[in-house]
Structure formats: structure tokens, C-alpha cells
T-cell receptor, first 115, second 108 residues
Framework: EPEVTQTPSHQVTQMGQEVILRCVPI?????FYWYRQILGQKVEFLVS????????KSEIFDDQFSVERPDGSNFTLKIRSTKLEDSAMYFC?????????????FGSGTRLTVV | QKEVEQNSGPLSVPEGAIASLNCTYS??????FFWYRQYSGKSPELIMS????GDKEDGRFTAQLNKASQYVSLLIRDSQPSDSATYLC????????FGPGTRLSVLP
């Protein structure tokens, strides 16, 4: 069964450093998303991406964050100047069509720990 | 009102029983509804979706939607210990909004 692949599975970084989280969505999917889940809390929407541009973003997704689809397969989330409170599990997701009709397929996540 | 609300649990049921998970939502997220299952430390897995009032069955799972009451539920028949997980209700407004999840424990 097709999967959304995320790398690395675990990333430890020092406060103030930049990190790039990588995702390979399912190949025929057109809509891409990033969510995060702080330990013990709910899954929170960060950003959606379609047709090579951001379609929606949450209040969490401020200037510290950016997304990119550098080629036909990868979808990345960059976090600049990381803070302790950025420590969370970051999930990439993709869908074949609009999420309201298709639902999302989530990757296995990247656990980001900022120390 | 928060957009999607769920009882955090834990909900404990004996093996073989019916587990009933509930979710309420606000007007801002009312297009379509999804149930996800999340094992500890893992990513959410889609169980099923529902868009119209009434019941929708898929194997041991039945989703129920009542738009007038802004209420969605998930019934799990013949619960198994492997069903023990956190169940996330997600509602679609402009994007998916997840509830906090209900932790289900199925006791052998």
C-alpha cells in the first residue's frame, strides 16, 4: 500500500538552529499538509500546499516556518531558529483530492526535540 | 465552543463489547467528518469518513452523524485488545481540525 515517507524519524537540535523535515508524499497525491502534535496534546494543523503554493496556514505557521516542494517528489518543512516549544511530533500528510472528500494519509512522523 | 470536542477518557470496555466514542463540533467545521485511530507514538490512521446524516458501516465500525445536534459517533463492535488506542475525531472546515482524542482501553 502506498505510504507517505518522512525523514528523519527523530531529530535532535540545539535551540536557535534551523531544521528541515522531509516528506515524500504518495506519488499521485496533489495536496500536501504539515501537522504537529506536542506530546500529550492534540494534532494541530500547520499548513496546506497545493499547486506549488500554500493554500492555507494556521496561526502557528508564522515567519519561523516555511515549506517547499523542491522537486517532483519531496515536500519539506523548514523551521528557523528553533525554540524549546517547537519540540513535537511533526506529521506530513497527503491526499489525492480535496481533504474534505478524501481524507489524509499521514506519514509516520518526525519527532523533533529542541534542547 | 471549541471546534471539535471529545471526551478524553479513558474509556474501558471488556473484550467483545461495543465501544461507543463521541464527538461534537462547531458550525465552523461542518463539511465532512473522519475518524482516525492513533496508537501511542504513531501517526493517525484513517478509519472511516461520513458526510451525510445517518449511519455508515465498515466492518466492525459504524459511524453516526447527526448534523442537527452537531454530533458524530463511532461504534466499534466486538472490541478487541488491539483496538486499544486513541481515537481522533476530525472535522473539515477549511482544513482538518482534530479533536483531542478519546483513549480506548479494551480489557481482555
Amino acid at each position: 500500500e502506498p505510504e507517505v515517507t518522512q525523514t528523519p524519524s527523530h531529530q535532535v537540535t540545539q535551540m536557535g538552529q534551523e531544521v528541515i523535515l522531509r516528506c515524500v508524499p504518495i506519488s499521485n497525491h496533489l495536496y500536501f499538509y504539515w501537522y504537529r502534535q506536542i506530546l500529550g496534546q492534540k494534532v494541530e494543523f500547520l499548513v496546506s500546499f497545493y499547486n506549488n503554493e500554500i493554500s492555507e496556514k494556521s496561526e502557528i505557521f508564522d515567519d519561523q516556518f516555511s515549506v517547499e516542494r523542491p522537486d517532483g517528489s519531496n515536500f519539506t518543512l523548514k523551521i528557523r531558529s528553533t525554540k524549546l516549544e517547537d519540540s513535537a511530533m511533526y506529521f506530513c500528510a497527503s491526499s489525492e483530492g480535496p481533504g474534505r472528500e478524501y481524507g489524509y494519509t499521514f506519514g509516520s512522523g518526525t519527532r523533533l526535540t529542541v534542547v | 465552543q471549541k471546534e471539535v470536542e471529545q471526551n478524553s477518557g479513558p474509556l474501558s470496555v471488556p473484550e467483545g463489547a461495543i465501544a461507543s466514542l463521541n464527538c461534537t463540533y462547531s458550525d465552523r467545521v461542518s463539511q465532512s467528518f473522519f475518524w482516525y485511530r492513533q496508537y501511542s507514538g504513531k501517526s493517525p490512521e484513517l478509519i472511516m469518513s461520513i458526510y451525510s446524516n445517518g449511519d455508515k458501516e465498515d466492518g466492525r465500525f459504524t459511524a453516526q452523524l447527526n448534523k442537527a445536534s452537531q454530533y458524530v459517533s463511532l461504534l466499534i463492535r466486538d472490541s478487541q485488545p488491539s483496538d486499544s488506542a486513541t481515537y481522533l475525531c476530525a472535522a473539515y472546515g477549511q482544513n482538518f481540525v482534530f479533536g483531542p482524542g478519546t483513549r480506548l482501553s479494551v480489557l481482555p
